[in-house]
């Protein structure tokens, strides 16, 4: 098995210059896409309008399991647990799309890099937007 330090493995960059250099270079990018779950972001052939929404849950609240509470020794021993799972996950899915936010800030740097502007634009916008990462770009 290869791994990146294997001598054995090259790396291939595809420069988007010109309309023939379109499919080696989409293919690297969905290699790279791939690996880190971002496809559907980047498939020209998937509509942007029906892409999942990349924000951050709403972080859980005491109040959601009594009202007024402020502290989480007001809550039932039942809710505390609750409470306390809740934030687990939530800890949890909102680490997921800061990554995801990350990797497709990496990937819109890598388009960058290995793209001529113009050719690039014209070339991406046969599905797919650079304006899409743009919005993605989310916290730092």
Same mark, same amino acid.
């Given at each position: 098995m /290869? #791994? =990146?330090s $294997?001598? /054995?493995v090259t790396r291939v960059t595809i420069i988007l210059d010109k309309p023939d250099d379109w499919f080696n270079w989409l +293919?690297?990018?969905? $290699?790279? /896409? %791939?690996?880190h779950g971002l496809?559907?972001?980047?498939d020209p052939d998937v509509a942007k309008e029906t892409l999942?929404? !990349? #924000? =951050? @849950?709403p972080e859980p609240q005491l109040t959601d399991y009594k009202?007024? /509470? #402020?502290? !989480?020794s007001e809550l039932p021993a039942d809710d505390r647990e609750s409470y306390r799972w809740e934030c687990d996950r939530w800890e949890r899915r909102r680490t997921l799309v800061s990554q995801t936010l990350s990797c497709m800030r990496g990937l819109y740097a890598e388009?960058?890099? %290995?793209?001529? @502007? +113009?050719?690039a634009i014209i070339c991406w916008l046969r599905g797919r937007r650079f304006d899409h990462f743009a919005s993605a770009q989310g916290p730092s």
């Open positions: /290869a #791994t =990146e $294997d001598p /054995a +293919f690297i990018r969905q $290699d790279i /896409a %791939n690996r496809w559907q972001y980047i999942p929404v !990349l #924000t =951050e @849950p009202a007024g /509470a #402020t502290k !989480l388009v960058s890099r %290995n793209s001529v @502007p +113009f050719v």
